[in-house]
C-alpha cells in the first residue's frame, strides 16, 4: 500500500527565512508525488509535481521540492517566506496509473511577520 | 478558466436527514472524486468515478453513496446524515488520458457540512 507522511502538523517560520515543509513516502515502485495547498475557506490548488528526470522541482510562487529516492523524501521549500504563504499544505503520491492520489495528513505553515 | 463547482458552500443538516452534495466540472474530465477533511487526518477518498455510471468505493464510504449519470456531475448522497459526518467535502477531478499517473486534481472550494 501507498501512503505519505507529513511529520510536523505546524510549521512556523519568519517572513524572509527560507522555509521546508517535510513529507516522506512509502511506495512499492516509482512514485509520482505531489504538493498542494489550501488557503481558508477553499480548495486545494496544485503547487508542483514531480514524475521522472530532475530532483528539483519547480513549481507555483516560488516553491520548489527536491525528491530524494534514497530517503523516501519529497520536502517542500521556499528560499524566502512570505506572510502571504501561511496556508496548510497537503503532500500526496500516486504509483499506479489512474489511482486516486494518497494524501498526507497536511502541515499548518504560520510565516509570521 | 477551468473550475469545479460544488453547489452549497456551506449546509446545516440535522441527524437523520438525506443530504446531497453537488459536484459539478466543465473540464470534460473523466475521472470524479469525492474526498473528506478532517483536522488531523487530511483527506481520505470517499468514492470515486472514472465514468458515467461508474463507481468505486473509496476508503471511508460506509453512510455515503455516489452518483454519476453525466460526465460533469458527480453527487455525493448522505443516506441518514449523523453527527459524525460533519466535515469538509472537497470534490476534484482529473482528465484520465496521457500518463495518468501524472494528471493533477482540480478541486472544488469545498462545502461544509454540519449535523446537528
Known amino acids: 500500500a501507498q501512503s505519505v507522511a507529513q511529520p510536523e502538523d505546524q510549521v512556523n517560520v519568519a517572513e524572509g527565512n527560507p522555509l521546508t515543509v517535510k513529507c516522506t513516502y512509502s511506495v512499492s515502485g516509482n512514485p509520482y508525488l505531489f504538493w498542494y495547498v489550501q488557503y481558508p475557506n477553499r480548495g486545494l490548488q496544485f503547487l508542483l509535481k514531480y514524475i521522472t528526470g530532475d530532483n528539483l522541482v519547480k513549481g507555483s510562487y516560488g516553491f520548489e521540492a527536491e525528491f530524494n529516492k534514497s530517503q523516501t523524501s519529497f520536502h517542500l521549500k521556499k528560499p524566502s517566506a512570505l506572510v502571504s504563504d501561511s496556508a496548510l499544505y497537503f503532500c500526496?503520491?500516486?504509483?499506479?496509473?489512474?489511482?486516486?492520489?494518497?494524501f498526507g495528513k497536511g502541515t499548518r505553515l504560520s510565516v509570521i511577520a | 478558466d477551468v473550475k469545479v463547482t460544488q453547489s452549497s458552500r456551506y449546509l446545516v443538516k440535522r441527524t437523520g436527514e438525506k443530504v446531497f452534495l453537488e459536484c459539478v466540472q466543465d473540464m470534460d474530465h473523466e475521472n470524479m472524486f469525492w474526498y473528506r477533511q478532517d483536522p488531523g487526518l487530511g483527506l481520505r477518498l470517499i468514492y470515486f468515478s472514472y465514468d458515467v455510471k461508474m463507481k468505486e468505493k473509496g476508503d471511508i464510504p460506509e453512510g455515503y453513496s455516489v452518483s454519476r449519470e453525466k460526465k460533469e456531475r458527480f453527487s455525493l448522497i448522505l443516506e441518514s446524515a449523523s453527527t459524525n459526518q460533519t466535515s469538509m467535502y472537497l470534490c476534484?477531478?482529473?482528465?484520465?488520458?496521457?500518463?495518468?499517473?501524472?494528471?493533477?486534481?482540480?478541486f472544488g472550494a469545498g462545502s461544509r457540512l454540519t449535523v446537528l
Open positions: 500526496a503520491v500516486r504509483v499506479s496509473g489512474n489511482t486516486p492520489l494518497v
Open positions: 476534484a477531478s482529473t482528465r484520465r488520458t496521457g500518463n495518468s499517473r501524472a494528471n493533477v486534481l482540480t
